[in-house]
């Protein structure tokens, strides 16, 4: 079974930073991990993400501030969010693309966490 953990969210000022985390269990050969947001009354969007090469996207909101990187031998993806701002204020949903196995085949896995609430007071 896979799991997507995130944690690390909660209540920041402006200015502030926060740490997120996900930790991945059950998958293997992940190619796509990625941080996604939704602010209330808004769509998911992408905030950054990373593939198996290292090489890593932002959106043009948070470039400068958050930072995306990912522990391989722990599975763990982390965005380190700095100088947060109010409009920051979203769940914070990972994201990961790889292989599980079930009933002895391996598969293709693309699938989400239960998200982690950022918030940001001015």
């Known amino acids: 079974q896979v799991q997507l953990v995130e944690s690390g969210g909660g209540l920041v000022q402006a200015g502030g930073s926060l740490r997120l985390s996900c930790a991945a269990s059950?998958?293997?050969?992940?190619?796509?991990m990625g941080w996604y947001r939704q602010p209330p009354g808004k769509q998911r969007e992408l905030v950054a993400h990373?593939?198996?090469?290292?090489?890593?996207n932002y959106a043009d909101s948070v470039k400068g501030r958050f930072t995306i990187s990912r522990d391989n031998a722990k599975n763990t993806l982390y965005l380190q969010m700095n100088s947060l701002k109010p409009e920051d204020t979203a769940v914070y949903y990972c994201?990961?693309?790889?292989?599980?196995?079930?009933?002895?085949?391996?598969?293709?896995?693309?699938?989400w966490g239960s998200g982690t609430q950022v918030t940001v007071s001015s």
């Open positions: 059950g998958i293997f050969s992940v190619t796509f």
């Open positions: 994201n990961a693309v790889g292989k599980y196995y079930n009933g002895g085949y391996s598969r293709t896995f693309n699938g």
């Open positions: 990373i593939i198996s090469s290292g090489i890593t």
